[in-house]
């Protein structure tokens, strides 16, 4: 991406986004919001805010060969990420609580702070092919990510769990059901198609608004926290560049791979955390500085990256 219109232009199509955040963030700041409210904007978003995203942009989407390579490319990134995120934290003989923090929040992808910068810089063409990639991360990190969790932690995991998790997970019917409408061919409506992507787009937003909710600077950032914020942004654009070459994927394809795999730490790490018995002051520190990392990351990958 070239030229000063074309940067001033991103710039003023990513200001929703950062305002989002810093909105989220000084509403906690003077005491008006607290976590409970930003748990309750996520679990909206993602019983009927993402939904309805998905639907709205990967229903009407022309499918080609290099979109089904979108999932797949998601799925490499979490299993090489698996790889180096265990190889790279040996040297640190971290206890098991944190190892399993360290190494699932190298693995998961917050795609959901994603969402906004695709739809800001390429509208519902970009968050339909983000739905894609989404999906392929998605399927992963509530099965064997999720099991890696429950290994490093109290060791309860069975298929049951896992299966059930799957089942729970609004946005994995939601993209059941819009590749079955767009398979088949049944007509949508135009104007609902249009309320399902831009209603999705405004209630993505809000989980820009909970990660801020959510944020709280380390006051003595670990060497663990440190590894694992290089490993998910820096070793993440590696892999997403590496699989857009290795795959031929150009245009937007390369750009939502690429984008996707520097995602921020994903907030299941907090939630796999809590449920599994890892060291959750990690992985809280995690994500909030990772998102915040991902404001000012994300929009340079798309100027100068892409």
């Known amino acids: 991406m070239t030229g000063n219109t074309t940067i001033v232009g991103l710039a003023m ?32 978003v993602v019983r009927y805010g993402m939904p309805a995203l998905i639907l709205g942009t990967v229903t ?5 060969p290099g979109i089904a390579r979108l999932p797949l490319a998601a799925g490499l990134t979490i299993l090489a990420m698996w790889g180096l995120a265990a190889a790279a934290g040996r040297p640190l003989a971290l206890p098991p609580a944190r190892r399993g923090v360290q190494v699932v ?15 800001a810089a390429w509208g519902p063409a970009g968050a339909g092919h983000l739905a894609f990639f989404d999906f392929g991360n998605g399927v992963l990190v509530l099965t064997l990510v999720y099991a890696i969790a429950a ?5 309860e995991a069975g298929l049951g769990p896992v299966l059930r998790a799957l089942g729970r997970f ?5 993209m059941a059901v819009a590749l079955a409408l767009n398979l088949s061919g ?39 926290l440190l590894l694992t914020l290089i490993l998910r942004a820096g070793g993440g654009l590696a892999l997403g560049w590496l699989w857009a070459r ?23 790490t907090l939630v796999f955390a809590s449920i599994e018995g890892l060291d959750r002051e990690l992985a809280a520190a995690l994500v909030s500085l990772s998102v915040l990392a991902g404001m000012l990351f994300l929009p340079l990958v798309i100027a100068f990256v892409i």
């Open 60 to 64: 009407p989407l022309a499918l080609t």
């Open 105 to 119: 929040g190298s693995m998961i992808m917050n795609l959901a702070v994603v969402y906004p910068f695709a739809f």
């Open 170 to 174: 609004p946005p994995f019917w939601a």
């Open 13 to 44: 199509r990513l200001a929703p986004v950062a305002l989002a955040f810093t909105a989220g963030a000084a509403a906690r700041r003077l005491g008006w919001v607290g976590p409970a409210h930003g748990e309750r904007l996520l679990a909206w």
């Open 151 to 155: 290994w490093y932690g109290r060791g």
């Open 186 to 224: 049944v007509p949508v409506p135009e104007p609902l198609l249009r309320g399902l992507q831009w209603g999705g787009a405004a209630a993505v937003f809000l989980v820009l608004v909970a990660m801020g909710i959510f944020f709280r600077a380390p006051r003595h950032p670990s060497a663990a």
């Open 246 to 268: 290795l795959f031929g994927l150009t245009g937007l394809e390369r750009a939502v791979v690429v984008l996707g795999a520097a995602a921020p730490v994903g907030f299941n």
